[in-house]
């Protein structure tokens, strides 16, 4: 790769600290204990018994997001429906995703842990849509797959949470899931073609549209918490969706959300990032930047001021959607790129991924590009506050420079559970606080 040859022998050395601290952030929350027992009570609670064919064909759809719990929350809504008489299948709910093919999605789901074993059912895959409507006023057309279509209902397991895109009412759940889920890459391209306006303005009309005019039932709905578990399970009926309860879960859901503790960090080191961790990648909520053209930047709760991503997940296949978030990142993460799947997904999200898929100053080791990140962060190293957590999702274990002790000291989530130090072998790649290859 001409990228990796031209990088090789850059350096801009720069004094990095000898040791890190290992702190533990502690946040109050609630988990459910029974996962598959919650998703029965949560179908019977919802009334939706009534509004159904006997021994109907049901269609479950799942998304491509890293939702906790995916495979039980799936197989409890399978095994509810055929405990009452139904014939359920399911079917991937996740626009562009997997490479905007059948089998990719299926892969998708596979990997989430999602397959015909876990969930009892056929999975059936289709990327071929029908139009079933269109919001008035010059609003989109909206679209539902064939795939949900052949289904005499069809339900959505879709997560409730802020969206990394765009603040609203409604983000990420069910309103959005049905015009990107149900409308697979196609739906997906024309909502995203209008930027976060779009979704602020259709999200609820659309989902009235998907109520009214498709066999679309509702959505069996997580919330999570902090430490990525399931904290509560709702079923929302169709005629809910997109409507205060859907709003209500939204706000709960932003009660419990993790985030960063320092309201300035020079440095963020993220180990790892990619689509199972979020849409974006890394989630924009807890690095506190959006980089969407004509959208304010005020995001998130820290001011963050250089951004470095070590390495990709494995489940992201080389997509880096997300990684024009960063500054800096390392030939590692170059090397595993594939530009097929990253550009398919930026040119579906439109506006939203004009940015985020940039390659950032890429250099050839970790070490070299902590410090290219010590020499762009505008503070004396002595002085720079350092961050480094595993991914977006994990926020309860992480490590910080020395200079933060009196910060995390009176912090009342935090404590210092131990000093690493930060050291790297001969060719610069990471071996404390974390070990990298």
Not at 298 to 308: P, Q
Request: glycine share 10%; proline share 6%; hydrophobic share 40%.
């Amino acid at each position: 790769m001409q990228l990796i040859e031209q990088i090789q022998n850059l350096d801009f050395p720069a004094p990095l600290p000898d040791k890190v601290l290992s702190v533990h952030q502690t946040f109050d929350t609630v988990k459910v204990a029974d996962i598959h027992a919650r998703v029965l009570e949560a179908w019977d609670e919802s009334g939706v018994l009534t509004r159904m064919k006997p021994g109907a064909v049901v269609g479950v759809g799942a998304g491509s997001r890293g939702i906790a719990n995916i495979p039980m929350l799936v197989r409890g809504s399978v095994d509810w429906l055929k405990a009452h008489g139904f014939r359920p299948f399911v079917f991937p709910a996740m626009g562009s995703h997997g490479g905007a093919i059948a089998e990719g999605q299926k892969t998708m789901l596979a990997e989430l842990g999602v397959t015909e074993e876990s969930a009892g059912c056929e999975i059936r895959a289709t990327m071929e849509v029908e139009p079933i409507g269109e919001i008035p006023d010059g609003g989109p057309i909206l679209y539902q797959g064939k795939d949900s279509m052949a289904a005499d209902h069809c339900v959505l397991v879709s997560r409730i949470k802020p969206h990394t895109d765009f603040r609203s009412h409604l983000e990420s759940g069910p309103s959005k899931m049905c015009v990107i889920g149900f409308g697979k890459q196609h739906g997906a391209s024309i909502m995203h073609g209008g930027g976060g306006a779009f979704f602020q303005k259709y999200l609820a009309p659309a989902a009235r549209i998907y109520a009214d005019n498709t066999n679309f039932i509702g959505a069996l709905c997580p919330v999570e918490n902090a430490y990525d578990e399931t904290a509560r399970i709702e079923f929302l009926t169709s005629d809910q969706v997109g409507l205060e309860p859907e709003a209500g879960l939204l706000q709960v859901a932003k009660d419990m959300m993790a985030s960063l503790p320092f309201p300035e960090i020079d440095v963020l080191v993220v180990r790892e990032m990619g689509k199972n961790i979020s849409g974006t990648g890394m989630d924009t909520n807890i690095v506190s930047r959006l980089m969407i053209p004509r959208q304010e930047e005020e995001f998130g709760t820290s001011d963050v001021a250089v951004i470095t991503v070590l390495d990709l997940t494995e489940e992201t296949h080389g997509n880096v959607a997300g990684l024009g978030l960063a500054n800096i990142t390392t030939a590692r993460v170059a090397e595993k790129i594939d530009w097929h799947a990253t550009y398919t997904n930026a040119v579906t999200s439109g506006i939203f991924g004009m940015f985020r898929v940039s390659l950032p100053i890429t250099m050839p080791s970790d070490e070299k590009s902590l410090h290219v990140s010590m020499r762009g962060c505008a503070r004396p190293p002595e002085d720079a506050r350092l961050v480094f957590i595993e991914n977006t999702l994990i926020l309860d274990d992480f490590y910080a420079s020395p200079c933060l002790l009196s910060e995390i000291e009176a912090h009342p989530r935090l404590s210092v559970t131990g000093e690493v130090p930060l050291a790297f072998s001969e060719p610069g790649v990471m071996q404390s606080p974390w070990r990298l290859n």
